[in-house]
């Protein structure tokens, strides 16, 4: 069952006077109980991707096409800094039990009960004693588990994740990982996950999209993009990464930068990082979405090499 | 209280002690600053040689400028601030005497000012592309440029003398008539304060607007009033209340000029006549009163934001 | 750094600001103007009394006559230009003395910085408009102390402005690079590191001479700014104010002036703003 559909999404950006289009033309779906990982360098875009579905576009980014459909579930969002993301003011427990409230009405005991049982479910031992911190009282674990109990609170059928373990080291990172996928089993949740870092989508996606320039370049479940890339720019990614259980090959990190989005083309964006290209990279490429399970990608090299083959 | 934030406020009180310091030294020198023997100028135009003797003695005036300093504490500890050149009153009863249209101005003044500032930074940071918004920057554009005294001086040629609504001046005798002659005074100086007040607390607005934590409370579904009040004001309110703190020196300043177009009998307007007087210990005592007025007020504005901050556990 | 927190750093709120901003032009380079060809454009002498006191507007005199019989037109046009060049060196002195103190403290550095650093912080902590009162009241009222005591206040602003830019620069590669090459220590610090400095105090300056106006304006107001008698806006009010019941325009119109030029300034100081935001 599809929960969120999200089709041709377009934001622009204004910048000095000039709209700049950063997000063209993503589309991807998530299904209950399912993770979808978008991976990409940063300033590709899927953090703003995250942020134009959820409707909370930062100012001077305006969304100026596509489609949401969020049927009857709800969205909620896991952000990056849970330093940054929770009130400084504010004691977790008023916020938690604030927010339950404003959800499930009820009195103020009752909230604060629901509160303390929300952090005891996202793994915060002794729930009653944190819930009179404050967020800078607690580790960066704790806060970010704190984030996904406040999620959670809204009963969402959808939560966004962005890049949710990037500010936490390796053990925290798994432990936080591990509990999203048990609330996304537990609550048959659809989950978005954002993250540069391969390793991450590759330990919980499902389905994954590859974004580079504002674009998804690839995408399809996450056996078939991470271990038969078809894009070089995939295959360039999961280079840049120092793999442990794959074959050890050598860090190379990809040459080059990411176009600025002022010299977005219909042609292929990749193609000044790119080894291969020719006159075909040159002309428009196909568009890639990720709203079925069908492994694809934008790369026309690739294509004609396919169609040689067979 | 915590350790740490007793070290904190230990901390800043020390702070305090050498501006203090400086801010005694600068009112004990500025004598030496007048130009011409001060002898002379405080016995007057027409006093004999004697008599200048005799002032440059009773002043202290021969002795070295350490010791001069020294005696100036000795007697301020005392609470003798010494005597008015003019009028051979003690300053300490001038001041007693004259603080309470100061503090009434001051209050009148912090009143209309918060109450014009609060709604349009509201409108500037939560609207910023509204008409009414840049209508209202442009406007404090103009505001922040127009002399306090001209304003005051119009006002009450439309409110009180063109309409008689309002006396012109004066301080009153009873509480009511005292309130409606803070009318004009408090409108003109929260006027005059306010269009840097909006200025700031629309910037921290803003920024707190941007914040991330704010950004997660709209996606939790808190948007609307509830997230100006519980998210937004909790969170501007300290830089807006140091900002504010920043400028009370402006705010003083301001006071002195409405005292004197309104005929307030307050320290400002003390001050100025004094100054025109060249009464000169009225001025230094004056000048020494209204500088720690300015670094209580920035102390206890740094104190409470930093004791208000949940986060406050300096060194 | 994410994609988001890159496009709100980018982002800056244009301000459609163009044409308040030619207005502000316009209204500048009049007054300015005017100042400059008072003598011509003065119907009469500014300080010649005569018996025709208080007159109101008429073809004669445009804005009436004072209370002392003066056309009130001419007295203005004069008070521009003792506003104007007041403003301007109120402003300037200090930039000019916190330049030259901020920038030997920030390229020596060591004693001399400290020293700078503690006066400046505790000339910071103190009420500048009291002591703005206190000075001019004991240097006694006229252009030079005012001048003298804007310039002992206002110059902390621009030496900390300064000294923080010339540490800056002064890290930088090529400025060791032309050291090496044997310059002086002058040519330096002239040719290289303060055009680099500069830009920030000149943004301040615009802020600081609506503030400078306001000042003189209001001393005069006080008669403890120019010597009396000479033309100046904020003693032209303070002359009118008793006046005000039946001559208000006696109080008005200098009054309007100040604040058209301080809000021309200020429309020319956010046009600095926003090119230092683009740059």
Redesign the interface.
Same mark, same amino acid.
């Given at each position: 069952m599809t929960l969120l559909a999200v089709d041709e999404l377009r934001v622009s950006v204004r910048r000095r006077g000039t709209e700049l289009t950063v997000l063209d033309g993503v589309s991807f779906a998530v299904g209950a109980g399912q993770c979808l990982g978008i991976v990409g360098e940063s300033g590709c875009g899927k953090s703003l991707t995250l942020r134009a579905t959820m409707g909370l576009l930062p100012p001077g980014a305006t969304r100026t096409g596509g489609d949401i459909r969020v049927g009857r579930s709800g969205l909620a969002m896991v952000f990056q800094d849970s330093h940054a993301s929770l009130d400084p003011t504010m004691r977790v427990g008023t916020f938690l039990a604030d927010v339950v409230r404003r959800r499930r009405g009820g009195t103020r005991a009752a909230a604060r009960r629901q509160a303390a049982e929300l952090l005891a479910a996202v793994g915060v031992p002794d729930p009653d004693l944190r819930l009179r911190a404050y967020p800078h009282e607690l580790s960066g674990g704790t806060r970010q588990r704190v984030s996904i109990a406040l999620a959670l609170a809204t009963d969402p059928r959808v939560l966004l994740c962005d890049e949710p373990t990037t500010a936490l080291d390796v053990t925290l990172q798994a432990e936080i990982l591990r509990l999203l996928d048990t609330a996304r089993a537990e609550r048959g949740l659809g989950v978005v996950l954002v993250s540069h870092d391969v390793a991450v989508i590759r330990q919980v996606a499902d389905v994954v999209a590859v974004m580079y320039a504002g674009q998804i370049v690839e995408a399809g479940p996450a056996a078939d993009v991470l271990d038969r890339p078809q894009h070089p720019y995939t295959r360039a990614l999961i280079g840049a990464v120092p793999s442990l259980d794959g074959p050890v090959g050598p860090f190379r990190p990809i040459p080059g930068a990411p176009p600025d989005p002022a010299v977005y083309t219909p042609a292929c964006r990749f193609l000044p990082r790119c080894g291969h290209g020719d006159a075909a990279c040159r002309g428009p490429v196909p568009g890639v979405h990720a709203l079925d399970l069908r492994h694809r990608s934008s790369c026309v090299q690739h294509s004609t090499h396919h169609k040689e083959r067979t | 209280m915590s350790a740490g934030r007793l070290r904190f406020v230990a901390a800043r009180l020390v702070q305090v002690l050498p501006v203090l310091t400086a801010l005694l030294l600068i009112v004990v020198l500025l004598q030496q600053l007048m130009p011409g023997d001060p002898a002379r100028v405080m016995a007057g135009p027409r006093a004999t040689v004697e008599q200048v003797a005799q002032v440059r003695r009773d002043l202290g005036l021969d002795q070295p400028i350490f010791l001069q300093f020294w005696a100036y504490l000795t007697n301020l500890a005392e609470g003798d601030l010494g005597r008015s050149n003019r009028t051979g009153i003690p300053i300490s009863a001038i001041v007693g005497d004259r603080a309470g249209a100061t503090l009434w101005l001051m209050a009148g003044g912090l009143i209309v000012s918060t109450a014009l500032a609060a709604p349009a930074a509201l409108l500037m940071a939560l609207r910023p592309r509204s008409v009414a918004a840049r209508i209202c920057a442009r406007s404090l554009t103009i505001l922040v440029n127009c002399p306090p005294f001209w304003i005051g001086l119009m006002l009450a040629s439309v409110l009180a003398l063109r309409t008689g609504w309002l006396p012109v001046g004066g301080f009153g005798e009873t509480f009511g008539e005292r309130l409606r002659s803070m009318v004009l005074p408090s409108l003109t100086i929260g006027l005059a304060a306010m269009p840097l007040l909006a200025r700031s607390a629309a910037g921290s607005l803003r920024q707190v607007l941007a914040a991330d934590h704010v950004t997660t409370a709209r996606s939790l579904g808190i948007t609307g009033w509830p997230l100006v009040r519980r998210h937004l004001l909790r969170n501007a309110m300290p830089p807006a209340v140091t900002l504010l703190s920043v400028q009370a020196a402006a705010l003083l300043f301001g006071a002195v000029v409405v005292e004197q177009t309104f005929g307030l009998p307050g320290l400002g307007a003390e001050l100025v006549s004094a100054a025109g007087q060249r009464d000169f210990p009225v001025v230094q005592a004056l000048t020494l009163i209204f500088g720690c007025g300015i670094i209580l007020i920035n102390l206890l504005a740094d104190l409470s934001v930093a004791l208000l901050d949940p986060r406050t556990t300096w060194r | 750094?994410?994609?988001?927190t890159?496009?709100?750093a980018?982002?800056?709120?244009?301000r459609g600001g163009g044409r308040?901003r030619w207005v502000a032009v316009t209204l500048l380079a009049l007054v300015i103007l005017a100042a400059i060809f008072a003598p011509v454009l003065s119907p009469d002498d500014p300080a010649r009394q005569t018996l025709d006191q208080l007159r109101p507007p008429s073809a004669d005199h445009p804005l009436g006559t004072d209370a002392l019989g003066r056309d009130v037109l001419s007295r203005m046009l004069y008070a521009l230009r003792t506003d104007l060049l007041l403003m301007v060196f109120a402003a300037g002195l200090p930039m000019l003395a916190g330049t030259v103190i901020g920038a030997l403290a920030g390229y020596h550095g060591g004693s001399l910085d400290a020293a700078v650093r503690w006066v400046a912080d505790?000339?910071q902590? &103190?009420? $500048?408009?009291? &002591?703005l #009162? /206190? %000075? $001019? %009241?004991?240097?006694?009222p006229g252009t030079p102390s005012l001048l003298v005591a804007f310039g002992t206040l206002g110059w902390i602003v621009y030496a900390r402005l300064i000294r923080t830019e010339v540490r800056r620069v002064r890290e930088r590669d090529y400025v060791s690079a032309s050291y090496l090459l044997g310059l002086s220590h002058t040519t330096v610090l002239v040719r290289h590191v303060l055009p680099n400095s500069l830009r920030q105090s000149l943004v301040y300056l615009t802020t600081d001479m609506?503030l400078a106006?306001?000042g003189i304006?209001?001393l005069s %107001?006080?008669? &403890?700014g120019v010597e009396a008698g000479t033309p100046e806006l904020?003693a032209m $009010? !303070?002359e /009118?104010?008793v006046l005000?019941?039946s001559h208000?325009w006696l /109080?008005?119109f200098p009054?309007l002036m #100040? #604040?058209v #030029?301080?809000?021309s300034v !200020? /429309?020319l100081a956010?046009r600095f703003n926003e090119d230092g935001e683009?740059g």
């Amino acid at each position: 069952m599809t929960l969120l559909a999200v089709d041709e999404l377009r934001v622009s950006v204004r910048r000095r006077g000039t709209e700049l289009t950063v997000l063209d033309g993503v589309s991807f779906a998530v299904g209950a109980g399912q993770c979808l990982g978008i991976v990409g360098e940063s300033g590709c875009g899927k953090s703003l991707t995250l942020r134009a579905t959820m409707g909370l576009l930062p100012p001077g980014a305006t969304r100026t096409g596509g489609d949401i459909r969020v049927g009857r579930s709800g969205l909620a969002m896991v952000f990056q800094d849970s330093h940054a993301s929770l009130d400084p003011t504010m004691r977790v427990g008023t916020f938690l039990a604030d927010v339950v409230r404003r959800r499930r009405g009820g009195t103020r005991a009752a909230a604060r009960r629901q509160a303390a049982e929300l952090l005891a479910a996202v793994g915060v031992p002794d729930p009653d004693l944190r819930l009179r911190a404050y967020p800078h009282e607690l580790s960066g674990g704790t806060r970010q588990r704190v984030s996904i109990a406040l999620a959670l609170a809204t009963d969402p059928r959808v939560l966004l994740c962005d890049e949710p373990t990037t500010a936490l080291d390796v053990t925290l990172q798994a432990e936080i990982l591990r509990l999203l996928d048990t609330a996304r089993a537990e609550r048959g949740l659809g989950v978005v996950l954002v993250s540069h870092d391969v390793a991450v989508i590759r330990q919980v996606a499902d389905v994954v999209a590859v974004m580079y320039a504002g674009q998804i370049v690839e995408a399809g479940p996450a056996a078939d993009v991470l271990d038969r890339p078809q894009h070089p720019y995939t295959r360039a990614l999961i280079g840049a990464v120092p793999s442990l259980d794959g074959p050890v090959g050598p860090f190379r990190p990809i040459p080059g930068a990411p176009p600025d989005p002022a010299v977005y083309t219909p042609a292929c964006r990749f193609l000044p990082r790119c080894g291969h290209g020719d006159a075909a990279c040159r002309g428009p490429v196909p568009g890639v979405h990720a709203l079925d399970l069908r492994h694809r990608s934008s790369c026309v090299q690739h294509s004609t090499h396919h169609k040689e083959r067979t | 209280m915590s350790a740490g934030r007793l070290r904190f406020v230990a901390a800043r009180l020390v702070q305090v002690l050498p501006v203090l310091t400086a801010l005694l030294l600068i009112v004990v020198l500025l004598q030496q600053l007048m130009p011409g023997d001060p002898a002379r100028v405080m016995a007057g135009p027409r006093a004999t040689v004697e008599q200048v003797a005799q002032v440059r003695r009773d002043l202290g005036l021969d002795q070295p400028i350490f010791l001069q300093f020294w005696a100036y504490l000795t007697n301020l500890a005392e609470g003798d601030l010494g005597r008015s050149n003019r009028t051979g009153i003690p300053i300490s009863a001038i001041v007693g005497d004259r603080a309470g249209a100061t503090l009434w101005l001051m209050a009148g003044g912090l009143i209309v000012s918060t109450a014009l500032a609060a709604p349009a930074a509201l409108l500037m940071a939560l609207r910023p592309r509204s008409v009414a918004a840049r209508i209202c920057a442009r406007s404090l554009t103009i505001l922040v440029n127009c002399p306090p005294f001209w304003i005051g001086l119009m006002l009450a040629s439309v409110l009180a003398l063109r309409t008689g609504w309002l006396p012109v001046g004066g301080f009153g005798e009873t509480f009511g008539e005292r309130l409606r002659s803070m009318v004009l005074p408090s409108l003109t100086i929260g006027l005059a304060a306010m269009p840097l007040l909006a200025r700031s607390a629309a910037g921290s607005l803003r920024q707190v607007l941007a914040a991330d934590h704010v950004t997660t409370a709209r996606s939790l579904g808190i948007t609307g009033w509830p997230l100006v009040r519980r998210h937004l004001l909790r969170n501007a309110m300290p830089p807006a209340v140091t900002l504010l703190s920043v400028q009370a020196a402006a705010l003083l300043f301001g006071a002195v000029v409405v005292e004197q177009t309104f005929g307030l009998p307050g320290l400002g307007a003390e001050l100025v006549s004094a100054a025109g007087q060249r009464d000169f210990p009225v001025v230094q005592a004056l000048t020494l009163i209204f500088g720690c007025g300015i670094i209580l007020i920035n102390l206890l504005a740094d104190l409470s934001v930093a004791l208000l901050d949940p986060r406050t556990t300096w060194r | 750094m994410t994609a988001v927190t890159f496009f709100r750093a980018r982002f800056r709120a244009r301000r459609g600001g163009g044409r308040v901003r030619w207005v502000a032009v316009t209204l500048l380079a009049l007054v300015i103007l005017a100042a400059i060809f008072a003598p011509v454009l003065s119907p009469d002498d500014p300080a010649r009394q005569t018996l025709d006191q208080l007159r109101p507007p008429s073809a004669d005199h445009p804005l009436g006559t004072d209370a002392l019989g003066r056309d009130v037109l001419s007295r203005m046009l004069y008070a521009l230009r003792t506003d104007l060049l007041l403003m301007v060196f109120a402003a300037g002195l200090p930039m000019l003395a916190g330049t030259v103190i901020g920038a030997l403290a920030g390229y020596h550095g060591g004693s001399l910085d400290a020293a700078v650093r503690w006066v400046a912080d505790i000339f910071q902590a &103190l009420p $500048v408009y009291v &002591l703005l #009162i /206190a %000075f $001019v %009241f004991v240097l006694g009222p006229g252009t030079p102390s005012l001048l003298v005591a804007f310039g002992t206040l206002g110059w902390i602003v621009y030496a900390r402005l300064i000294r923080t830019e010339v540490r800056r620069v002064r890290e930088r590669d090529y400025v060791s690079a032309s050291y090496l090459l044997g310059l002086s220590h002058t040519t330096v610090l002239v040719r290289h590191v303060l055009p680099n400095s500069l830009r920030q105090s000149l943004v301040y300056l615009t802020t600081d001479m609506g503030l400078a106006l306001q000042g003189i304006a209001v001393l005069s %107001f006080f008669g &403890l700014g120019v010597e009396a008698g000479t033309p100046e806006l904020g003693a032209m $009010v !303070a002359e /009118a104010q008793v006046l005000l019941r039946s001559h208000w325009w006696l /109080a008005a119109f200098p009054g309007l002036m #100040i #604040i058209v #030029i301080g809000s021309s300034v !200020a /429309a020319l100081a956010d046009r600095f703003n926003e090119d230092g935001e683009a740059g």
